[in-house]
């Protein structure tokens, strides 16, 4: 119902940015939904990231992101970004971008739509 696309990862060295995109398209009006940035490394559970309230309003970030990265989201877009400065090799995995409607929520099984992720590695 609603499609996800990341993009934006890529190769970088410890300390550089990066600033991942995820566009939506199809299901309901893209503020009726809060989305959130998700990731993964290999063999560990997926984490959340970051998340903020179809409005705009209201954002959340888990610790190891706070101070580093920022999410935002351009409704006449469809669009949602995550801002990603002063990035470490212990950022390194897959992001995914999600969708559910309403609330912002910490837990991967709340979220409804998932986009297929995009890598990010980060090189010491």
């Known amino acids: 119902q609603v499609q996800l696309v990341e993009s934006g990862g890529g190769l970088v060295q410890a300390g550089d940015s990066l600033r991942l995109s995820c566009a939506a398209s199809?299901?309901?009006?893209?503020?009726?939904?809060?989305m959130g940035w998700f990731r993964q490394a290999p063999g560990k559970e997926r984490e959340f990231v970051a998340g903020?309230?179809?409005?705009?309003?209201?954002?959340s970030y888990a610790e190891p992101a706070k101070g580093r990265f920022a999410i935002s989201r351009d409704n006449a877009k469809n669009t949602m970004y995550l801002q990603m400065n002063n990035l470490k090799p212990g950022d390194t995995a897959v992001y995914y971008c999600?969708?559910?409607?309403?609330?912002?929520?910490?837990?991967?099984?709340?979220?409804?739509?998932w986009g297929q992720g995009t890598q990010v590695t980060v090189s010491s």
């Open positions: 199809g299901g309901r009006t893209f503020s009726s939904y809060a």
């Open positions: 903020i309230s179809g409005s705009g309003g209201s954002r």
């Open positions: 999600a969708a559910r409607f309403w609330l912002i929520q910490s837990t991967p099984a709340t979220y409804d739509y």
